[in-house]
């Protein structure tokens, strides 16, 4: 018998089994994918994947193996800071990054995309900056880290992988895990399943009684422009988030990639344009590219990703295609040729098919991002250079969101939900937050 059971070993699931490390409770956490050092996925060599669970999601620390990009704010989206309160979540977050840098974290500097001449410009031309203390590790370092922190963790609690938990049952104050490897019996249990556990969540929800509510989803055009023209605004920053109001719709930018090169994603049986860092690539190009995500909800997830599926599967028609156009042909209301892009001053870093985007994806997007761009020229005190290119199209997901208490805990006593599976976090750093959150919490009462 376990006092706490969790399920998936993300970034959410090791800050909380590290906050729990130092109690005396019997500790286990369950992973359907591999331990890290054996997570090794095609995708991350631009090939396509042939794993039997996919390795670039799942296994452990989740996506945190990633960019291992931590945004140490609440502005960024997420609804941590209403759950556990503003001055709360920031020391949550010191405490995340101060375990990051325990295990070498501190070998990159962490840096501030706060300016506050650039904000006071941005307003005027009707634009936010939305700002952020980050420590961007990469995947190589964000790698190490997590193999350094799970040798401290499997010293002092159990962790098992490739365990598939089939079926969980309540009786009385006891939950037994039905896995491929036997059953579990644990007097707690946490669900730590990250946005790629969404399926299995919501069935064991639907099982167990759990309620769930709004879902979101953000949908976005991605940009590739020359790194120059947007240099004044980035050289005290590296990275500026900014942020665009279409009536009542806020838009924002994502993912912002000086000297980087766009990438195709693979998620949710689609492929979307993603950014890929210059410090992943062996050369850098002279382009920066971002998407602007504009957010919609939807009342269930079933109607989010039918959603996802009509517009960015329409466009990939079964094959990985993702279209580009140039900026200028957008304007004059002409599709971008072969002959258009031969002598295009920005080359795309993306092979990809030249197209007309106005054919391939709502309108409102394009809407949104004409507008975004206009007043990105004003703020940049320049045209954006018609040799722009726009990709379609980007998606960002999220799962449903899961009615808990102030301490996470569902409608069905002693079950928590954390992390981005909770619906209520959307970063590495809030997920990890809410880790240690409710780490402490059981620590304390269980």
Same mark, same amino acid.
């Given at each position: 018998?376990?006092?706490?059971?969790?399920?998936?070993?993300?970034?959410?699931?090791?800050? @909380?089994?590290?906050?729990?490390?130092?109690?005396?409770?019997?500790?286990?956490?369950?992973?359907?994918?591999?331990?890290?050092?054996?997570?090794?996925?095609?995708?991350?060599?631009?090939?396509?994947?042939?794993?039997? %669970?996919?390795?670039?999601?799942?296994?452990?620390?989740? @996506?945190?193996?990633?960019?291992?990009?931590?945004?140490?704010?609440?502005?960024?989206?997420?609804?941590?800071?209403?759950?556990?309160?503003?001055?709360?979540?920031?020391?949550?977050?010191?405490?995340?990054?101060?375990?990051?840098?325990?295990?070498?974290?501190? !070998?990159?500097?962490?840096?501030?995309?706060?300016?506050?001449?650039?904000?006071?410009?941005?307003?005027?031309?009707?634009?936010?900056?939305?700002?952020?203390?980050?420590?961007?590790?990469?995947?190589?370092?964000?790698?190490?880290?997590?193999?350094?922190?799970?040798?401290?963790?499997?010293?002092?609690?159990?962790?098992?992988?490739?365990?598939?938990?089939?079926?969980?049952?309540?009786?009385?104050?006891?939950?037994?895990?039905?896995?491929?490897?036997?059953?579990?019996?644990?007097?707690?249990?946490?669900?730590?399943?990250?946005?790629?556990?969404?399926?299995?969540?919501?069935?064991?929800?639907?099982?167990?009684?759990?309620?769930?509510?709004?879902?979101?989803?953000?949908?976005?055009?991605?940009?590739?422009?020359?790194?120059?023209?947007?240099?004044?605004?980035?050289?005290?920053?590296?990275?500026?988030?900014?942020?665009?109001?279409?009536?009542?719709?806020?838009?924002?930018?994502?993912?912002?990639?000086?000297?980087?090169?766009?990438?195709?994603?693979?998620?949710?049986?689609?492929?979307?344009?993603?950014?890929?860092?210059?410090?992943?690539?062996?050369?850098?190009?002279?382009?920066?590219?971002?998407?602007?995500?504009?957010?919609?909800?939807?009342?269930?997830?079933?109607?989010?990703?039918?959603?996802?599926?009509?517009?960015?599967?329409? %466009?990939?028609?079964?094959?990985?295609?993702?279209?580009?156009?140039?900026?200028?042909?957008?304007?004059?209301?002409?599709? =971008?040729?072969?002959?258009?892009?031969?002598?295009?001053?920005?080359?795309?870093?993306?092979?990809?098919?030249?197209?007309? @985007? =106005?054919?391939?994806?709502?309108?409102?997007?394009?809407? %949104? @991002?004409?507008?975004?761009?206009?007043?990105?020229?004003?703020?940049?005190?320049?045209?954006?250079?018609?040799?722009?290119?726009?990709?379609?199209?980007?998606?960002?997901?999220?799962?449903?969101?899961?009615?808990?208490?102030?301490?996470?805990?569902?409608?069905?006593?002693?079950?928590?939900?954390?992390?981005?599976? !909770?619906?209520?976090?959307?970063?590495?750093?809030?997920?990890?937050?809410?880790? %240690?959150?409710?780490?402490?919490?059981?620590?304390?009462?269980?």
């Amino acid at each position: 018998m376990y006092d706490i059971t969790v399920i998936g070993s993300g970034v959410g699931s090791i800050f @909380l089994a590290y906050a729990l490390s130092q109690s005396n409770q019997k500790i286990l956490i369950l992973e359907k994918g591999k331990s890290i050092e054996k997570r090794n996925c095609p995708l991350d060599r631009g090939e396509t994947c042939n794993c039997k %669970i996919c390795d670039k999601f799942f296994g452990f620390a989740g @996506l945190g193996k990633s960019e291992g990009k931590f945004n140490y704010t609440s502005d960024f989206g997420g609804e941590l800071e209403q759950k556990v309160g503003r001055e709360n979540l920031l020391q949550l977050m010191d405490e995340v990054d101060e375990i990051l840098c325990r295990f070498g974290g501190d !070998s990159v500097i962490k840096y501030s995309t706060a300016n506050t001449e650039l904000s006071k410009r941005a307003q005027l031309c009707n634009l936010q900056m939305l700002t952020t203390e980050v420590r961007h590790l990469g995947t190589s370092l964000s790698t190490e880290i997590f193999h350094q922190i799970y040798k401290v963790l499997s010293s002092k609690i159990d962790i098992q992988f490739e365990v598939d938990v089939q079926d969980i049952i309540k009786d009385n104050d006891t939950f037994t895990l039905i896995t491929n490897k036997g059953d579990i019996q644990s007097q707690q249990v946490v669900f730590a399943t990250g946005r790629s556990g969404t399926d299995w969540l919501n069935k064991q929800c639907a099982s167990l009684g759990v309620k769930q509510g709004k879902t979101r989803l953000d949908l976005g055009i991605r940009v590739e422009m020359a790194e120059q023209q947007l240099r004044s605004i980035l050289e005290d920053t590296f990275e500026t988030k900014l942020a665009y109001a279409h009536g009542d719709i806020i838009s924002t930018t994502y993912c912002m990639n000086p000297k980087g090169r766009i990438i195709r994603k693979y998620q949710e049986g689609l492929v979307m344009p993603d950014g890929q860092n210059f410090r992943e690539q062996k050369n850098g190009t002279s382009n920066l590219n971002f998407t602007l995500f504009t957010p919609t909800y939807f009342s269930t997830l079933k109607e989010a990703n039918m959603y996802a599926h009509k517009v960015i599967g329409e %466009i990939n028609k079964g094959t990985d295609r993702i279209v580009v156009q140039r900026y200028g042909d957008l304007r004059k209301g002409q599709p =971008t040729s072969k002959e258009n892009m031969y002598n295009n001053r920005i080359q795309p870093s993306l092979k990809a098919d030249f197209g007309d @985007l =106005t054919k391939e994806i709502p309108l409102l997007y394009i809407q %949104i @991002l004409q507008g975004f761009l206009n007043h990105l020229e004003e703020f940049i005190g320049e045209a954006i250079d018609e040799d722009t290119l726009l990709y379609g199209m980007d998606g960002k997901f999220y799962s449903p969101t899961i009615e808990t208490d102030e301490n996470f805990q569902t409608n069905i006593q002693g079950l928590y939900v954390i992390g981005d599976c !909770s619906g209520v976090t959307h970063s590495l750093s809030q997920a990890a937050a809410s880790g %240690i959150f409710v780490g402490k919490y059981l620590a304390r009462n269980c």
